[in-house]
Structures are given as C-alpha cells and as structure tokens.
C-alpha cells in the first residue's frame, strides 16, 4: 500500500504550475489515451472481442511497477455484453477516479467525454456539458493535463458548458500542442476553418488536418476526408475522401465506418446500397445515434430496405430521446407532416421548441418558418426574425440563408439586395452552406446582381460541390435546357444523379427521364429502374405512373434476349382457361426475329439492347434501343 501511495504521489499529486500543460512522459497513459480517443470517445465502439481485450492488457502491462495504477487493467468495467466499450459505463467509472478517488487527468478527460460529449463531439444535448468544462479544467489547470487542455478547447470552440471563445480556444490547443498532445495541434484547424479567433485561412485548416492524420489521429484523416469531399481548402476529390474514411474506419474509428456507408449510399464507392443501409444497421445497433438517425431516412425512403414509415418514427423516437438532436428535429418534420400516419402537429412544435433551445440550427429554422407562416403557431414575424439571425450569428449557414432570403424577398423585413448578398455570401464562403451559395447563384443567373452568367454558374457549381441537393438540380437544369452553357445531357445526368443520392427525390426522376428518352451514354433501359423506384418511393406519384411501361419493355426485352441466346423460341400469349385460343406471335432464330402477324409482320434482325445495328442487304432491320419493340421514337 505504501508503494501504490508513493506511486500516485509521484504521478498524479505532485504540485504542478498552473501556467502550462506538462509534456506527458509516461507512455502507458498515452497509449491509454489513444486507445480511449478511438473506443471511448465516440458513440460507436468498433473494437470489440479478442481484438478489443488484446489491446487493453497490451497497454495495462506497460505500468512501471504491479502496484502502479494504470485504468486500462479494469477495462471490464465498462465491457458491455457484446463485448464492447459501453461510453456511459466508461463515465460513471471514470468519474470516481477523477475527483473522488485519485484525481487522475486521463480519467477526468474521459469523464468529461461521457458528460459534454455527443457522437465524439461537444454538444449542449450532452448529459453534463458544464460538469464536463469542470473535469477538462481541474485536469487541466489543476493537474496540467496536456489532453484535458485540448478537450478544454473543444468546448470553448463550440460554445458548449461555457461562452464561445475562439481566443480561448486557440490558446488552449496551442498549450497542449506545446505538451506534445499533437491531436491539439490539429484542432487548431477547426478554427482556422471557422475563422474562430483566428483569421480564417482553409490551408492552414487543410494542412493541419493533413498532419493530424499523417500522425494517425483518426478523427483528423475523418476531418480531411471532409475537406477532399466539399473541396475546402483542396480540390475536390471524394473518392479520395472515401480512402482516407476507410483508414480511419480501419483505424477502429466509428464515425468514420459511419461515413464510409453514407458515402457509398451518396454514390460515391462500389458498395451496393444494400451493404451501406446494412452499415447503418450494425452501427445502430452498436448504439450510434448518427447511424440511427440516418437508418430511420433510409426506411422513410424505402432506400436499402422496404419503405417502413412506422420503423422510421421509432428509430427517430429512440435517437431523439439519446439526446441526438438532428433526429428531434426530423422527428419534429415527420410530426408536422399531415401526409404521415403519426401526424401530431402540437407534438411537432414542442420537440422544435426544445431542439432549437439545443442549439440545433435546423430546428430553428425550421421554428422560425412556421412562426413566419403562421402555420401551427401563433404568427410572430419578430420572433421569426430573431431566431434567423440569432442562427446565423452563432455561425450557422442555415440561419444565414434565411436572413439572405429574408432581404431579397422584403416580406418580414425591407427589402435590401445587397444584404442580402452580404448574407448569402457569410453563408456561402464563410460558413460552407450550399443552400446560401445556390441562393446567391440564383440571383446572379436572374441579372438582379450583376456579374453575369458565369458567376450564377460558379456559384451553383460550389453548392452542389457542398452536397447541396437543390444546388446540384438547378445546375442539371441548365445543361440539360442548355441555357446559360452548351447542352450537355451526360453531365445534366451526373447532377441529376448526385442530387437523387441527397435524397431528391424530382432529381431521381429526371435522371430516369433521360435515360428512357436516350440522352445518355452507356446507360440502358435497366438503368432508369432503380431511380424511378427511389422517386416513387419518396412519393413522386407521377414516376410510379411512368416506370410502368418500362418494367414491361424491360422484362419483355429480358425474354427477347434470352430467345436469342438459346437460338431458337416461340413467343406466344398465354391464356389457362382457353388454351385453344393462344396464338403464336413471333419466332426467334439466332439473332433473326419473325412477326406472325399485325401490321409490323416481317422478319428483322434483331441485336441486344446497347448494341449498334446494321441493316442486311435483304432489308431486314436492326434496332440499337429496345429493338425487338420500339423503332426510337415511335411505338409499334
């Protein structure tokens, strides 16, 4: 006992300046900490099993001496039955050690986690956000804690448990960076990218980021992935940015493995939608609110799985009340929805209300639209107002959109362009929000701004770039119409097809359109199912109308095909309760196909869908496009 008392005292009581952050020697509580930062830190515990309990007693033997203390030895304590970390039971552990039992610094950073954090980020829906600024403090001004000092940062940088401060913020990453925590150097970037305290300059985000993850800070490569994926900073490379998701989700990093599925659903990637929808699954049922939330979209769209409105509410329920508030608020919409089965409109505004105290930009907005309509709250156009701009001025492209629109449209406000312009602009290039820079675009393609064409293009451009789903439409408009450009149907296709995986679901039906309408290249009649399927399931009652008679070109082309290639075979209608009046409509051998009767009696060649024809010398024809059924065109 006396050994274990000398021990701590050495460790973790000796007096420490308050001035500075110390450089952490002891590399059993660093690669604790690392450990911790992958498993514990965020909601999704990938390392699991053997695997999982390897790693643990790896780092437990690294103590000096038996009777030092080490927390990783008492892993099993927040092992839950799966076998993997369970982030709550981790908390109430680490609580203990870090004010009532040792007041270790590694196990107040973890407790702050568990308290201030939500997804691996700060979040004012956590359990505790000021308990978790109190544990990152005493570890980090009492006990000169390099990491503690980080996480400080954290909270200060997202204004969650204290006021916003990005100075705060800056210095504090900077002291921890000093102490060779390296994962505060890179947060650093988050700043830069906000223009938080510092000036804003997206290299500098970008070259941090880098580093981070050169230095194999997981959440540093997820960061990076997301500059390569909206192009800040850095040319615009998703595919890249999958790579880079894939290391950090190999790296045992959850939120990672999570975008490595939303990737793929967004069209980025050679998993089917299936596999990805199957991800979110397993994430979900590992306990990430993220993953859940999306998986509740997913069964809203019929994307993955079938269409399951009443699975969706209760997986948004069920991640609503784990204090995820992005699905408070898609819950909130789906309440509102009078077209929803579990419709309840007095609910909806209430789960707004509480969102929006949150903190949530998108439940404010959303409250503030129906304060400005009047619909299902009392009209309150000042309350409207307010809650844009207070949106906006915590940084929030939505809110910064809405003020934007509120300038340009002078319904709430007097109308004035230009700060209009102002607003769009912040929310454009300062904030990253594709719908301000879609917004902005639009007014430069009407001539209310001037700048021309070109800049309303650029504009459009940056916000589909930014995921924007709208954005990327108007953008399919144009070169599909060839306004503004030269018309380009297979990059009209693209857009239309980037925004489909953002769940549009018009820009699902309009990439389907042209397909059938053969204005695409290498894209056959089978191509355009699967994206009239995903308008018709997001309730596009006119793409349920038109893929009818494409199923059926389809399927009877599939039977054409299957004619020519066993070489011979009879066509013929099929009637069980009068066999005697079946006839015989046509004949295939080889690739030669003969009418029986009706008015296109004859013989034709015949080639596969896609493929090039000829016409023999015998004046038989060949279709390149369904050509045992349709002329290009005309219907027989």
Same mark, same amino acid.
């Given at each position: 006992?006396?050994?274990?008392?000398?021990?701590?005292?050495?460790?973790?009581?000796?007096?420490?300046?308050?001035?500075?952050?110390?450089?952490?020697?002891?590399?059993?509580?660093?690669?604790?900490?690392?450990?911790?930062?992958?498993?514990?830190?965020?909601?999704?515990?990938?390392?699991?099993?053997?695997?999982?309990?390897?790693?643990?007693?790896?780092?437990?033997?690294?103590?000096?001496?038996? *009777?030092?203390?080490?927390?990783?030895?008492?892993?099993?304590?927040?092992?839950?039955?799966?076998?993997?970390? #369970?982030?709550?039971?981790?908390?109430?552990?680490?609580?203990?050690?870090?004010?009532?039992?040792?007041?270790?610094?590694?196990?107040?950073?973890?407790?702050?986690?568990?308290?201030?954090?939500?997804?691996? =980020?700060?979040?004012?829906?956590?359990?505790?956000?000021?308990?978790?600024?109190?544990?990152?403090?005493?570890?980090?001004?009492?006990?000169?804690?390099?990491?503690?000092?980080? =996480?400080?940062?954290?909270?200060?940088?997202?204004?969650?448990?204290?006021?916003?401060?990005?100075?705060?913020?800056?210095?504090?990453?900077?002291?921890?960076?000093?102490?060779?925590?390296?994962?505060?150097?890179?947060?650093?970037?988050?700043?830069?990218?906000?223009?938080?305290?510092?000036?804003?300059?997206? +290299?500098?985000?970008?070259?941090?980021?880098?580093?981070?993850?050169?230095?194999? =800070?997981?959440?540093?490569?997820?960061?990076?992935?997301?500059?390569?994926?909206?192009?800040?900073? #850095?040319?615009?490379? $998703?595919?890249?940015?999958? +790579?880079? %998701?894939?290391?950090?989700?190999?790296?045992?990093?959850?939120? $990672?493995?999570?975008?490595?599925?939303?990737?793929?659903?967004?069209?980025?990637?050679?998993?089917?939608?299936? #596999?990805?929808?199957?991800?979110?699954?397993?994430?979900?049922?590992?306990?990430? =609110?993220?993953?859940?939330?999306?998986?509740?979209?997913?069964?809203?769209?019929?994307?993955?799985?079938?269409?399951?409105?009443?699975?969706?509410?209760?997986?948004?329920?069920?991640?609503?009340?784990?204090?995820?508030?992005?699905?408070?608020?898609? +819950?909130?919409?789906?309440?509102?929805?009078?077209?929803?089965?579990?419709?309840?409109? $007095?609910?909806?505004?209430? +789960?707004?209300?509480?969102?929006?105290?949150?903190?949530?930009?998108?439940?404010?907005?959303?409250?503030?639209?129906?304060?400005?309509?009047?619909?299902?709250?009392?009209?309150?156009?000042?309350?409207?107002?307010?809650?844009?701009?207070?949106?906006?001025?915590?940084?929030?492209?939505?809110?910064?959109?809405?003020?934007?629109?509120?300038?340009?449209?002078?319904?709430?406000?007097?109308?004035?362009?230009?700060?209009?312009?102002?607003?769009?602009?912040?929310?454009?290039?300062?904030?990253?929000?594709?719908?301000?820079?879609?917004?902005?675009? #639009?007014?430069?393609?009407?001539?209310?701004?001037?700048?021309?064409?070109?800049?309303?293009?650029?504009?459009?451009?940056?916000?589909?770039?930014?995921?924007?789903?709208?954005?990327?439409?108007?953008?399919?408009?144009?070169?599909?119409?060839?306004?503004?450009?030269?018309?380009?149907?297979?990059?009209?296709?693209?857009?239309?097809?980037?925004?489909?995986?953002?769940?549009?679901?018009?820009?699902?039906?309009?990439?389907?359109?042209?397909?059938?309408?053969?204005?695409?290249?290498?894209?056959?009649?089978?191509?355009?199912?699967?994206?009239?399927?995903?308008?018709? *399931?997001?309730?596009?009652?006119?793409?349920?109308? %038109?893929?009818?008679?494409?199923?059926?070109?389809?399927?009877?082309?599939?039977?054409?095909?299957?004619?020519?290639?066993?070489?011979?075979?009879?066509?013929?209608?099929?009637?069980?309760?009068?066999?005697?009046?079946?006839?015989?409509?046509?004949?295939?051998?080889?690739?030669?196909?003969?009418?029986?009767?009706?008015?296109?009696?004859?013989?034709?060649?015949?080639?596969?869908?896609? %493929?090039?024809?000829?016409?023999?010398?015998?004046?038989?024809?060949?279709?390149?496009?369904?050509?045992?059924?349709?002329?290009?065109?005309?219907?027989?």
């Amino acid at each position: 006992m006396r050994v274990l008392l000398l021990f701590l005292s050495f460790f973790f009581l000796t007096p420490m300046s308050a001035q500075a952050a110390h450089k952490d020697t002891w590399k059993g509580r660093i690669a604790a900490l690392k450990l911790f930062r992958s498993d514990i830190i965020s909601s999704i515990a990938v390392l699991e099993g053997e695997a999982r309990k390897k790693e643990y007693r790896r780092i437990c033997k690294m103590r000096p001496k038996k *009777s030092a203390y080490l927390p990783t030895c008492e892993y099993k304590d927040w092992t839950g039955e799966d076998n993997r970390s #369970v982030p709550s039971k981790a908390g109430e552990f680490f609580e203990i050690r870090c004010r009532n039992k040792y007041k270790e610094p590694l196990s107040c950073t973890v407790s702050g986690w568990s308290k201030g954090f939500v997804a691996g =980020h700060p979040s004012n829906s956590a359990n505790d956000p000021i308990g978790a600024v109190e544990d990152f403090r005493f570890a980090c001004e009492d006990r000169n804690y390099a990491a503690a000092c980080t =996480h400080l940062g954290d909270m200060y940088a997202a204004g969650v448990g204290v006021e916003q401060d990005g100075i705060k913020a800056k210095d504090l990453y900077e002291e921890a960076c000093k102490a060779n925590d390296t994962y505060g150097c890179y947060r650093k970037g988050h700043l830069y990218l906000k223009g938080l305290g510092v000036e804003l300059n997206q +290299l500098k985000a970008f070259r941090l980021f880098e580093k981070g993850c050169q230095q194999n =800070h997981m959440q540093a490569c997820v960061d990076l992935a997301d500059l390569y994926e909206r192009g800040i900073g #850095v040319a615009k490379d $998703a595919s890249y940015s999958l +790579l880079l %998701q894939e290391k950090a989700c190999k790296g045992n990093h959850g939120e $990672a493995c999570y975008n490595v599925a939303r990737l793929n659903l967004s069209g980025i990637g050679n998993l089917s939608e299936q #596999v990805a929808s199957i991800m979110y699954d397993n994430l979900c049922g590992r306990g990430d =609110h993220r993953s859940c939330y999306s998986l509740a979209n997913l069964y809203a769209k019929g994307r993955g799985f079938e269409k399951n409105i009443e699975q969706a509410t209760e997986l948004l329920e069920k991640t609503c009340d784990g204090r995820y508030i992005p699905a408070c608020a898609q +819950l909130a919409e789906f309440k509102l929805d009078s077209m929803n089965p579990f419709s309840d409109p $007095a609910a909806g505004v209430k +789960l707004l209300q509480s969102s929006c105290k949150a903190d949530d930009p998108s439940a404010c907005v959303q409250l503030a639209s129906l304060l400005e309509s009047g619909s299902y709250v009392s009209f309150d156009p000042q309350m409207a107002v307010d809650l844009y701009m207070n949106t906006c001025g915590k940084k929030q492209g939505l809110g910064c959109r809405a003020m934007g629109r509120l300038y340009q449209e002078g319904t709430l406000i007097k109308k004035n362009i230009r700060l209009s312009k102002k607003y769009y602009e912040n929310g454009c290039e300062t904030l990253f929000d594709g719908g301000s820079c879609a917004e902005l675009g #639009v007014l430069y393609l009407k001539g209310t701004l001037p700048g021309g064409n070109a800049e309303g293009i650029k504009l459009l451009s940056k916000g589909c770039d930014l995921n924007y789903e709208r954005s990327c439409r108007l953008l399919g408009d144009i070169y599909r119409k060839g306004v503004y450009v030269a018309q380009n149907n297979n990059r009209a296709f693209k857009l239309y097809t980037q925004s489909c995986n953002q769940n549009d679901d018009h820009s699902c039906l309009l990439a389907a359109q042209l397909i059938i309408e053969d204005k695409v290249e290498n894209k056959l009649l089978k191509d355009s199912l699967p994206l009239f399927e995903r308008a018709c *399931s997001g309730n596009r009652k006119d793409a349920c109308e %038109q893929v009818k008679p494409v199923w059926f070109k389809h399927k009877f082309g599939r039977i054409i095909e299957n004619g020519m290639a066993s070489k011979r075979c009879v066509i013929s209608t099929f009637n069980e309760e009068d066999p005697a009046a079946n006839k015989t409509l046509a004949k295939i051998n080889g690739n030669s196909f003969q009418i029986i009767k009706g008015k296109n009696k004859g013989t034709y060649k015949a080639v596969p869908q896609g %493929q090039s024809f000829e016409e023999d010398s015998n004046g038989a024809r060949g279709f390149s496009y369904w050509a045992m059924i349709e002329k290009k065109g005309k219907q027989y």
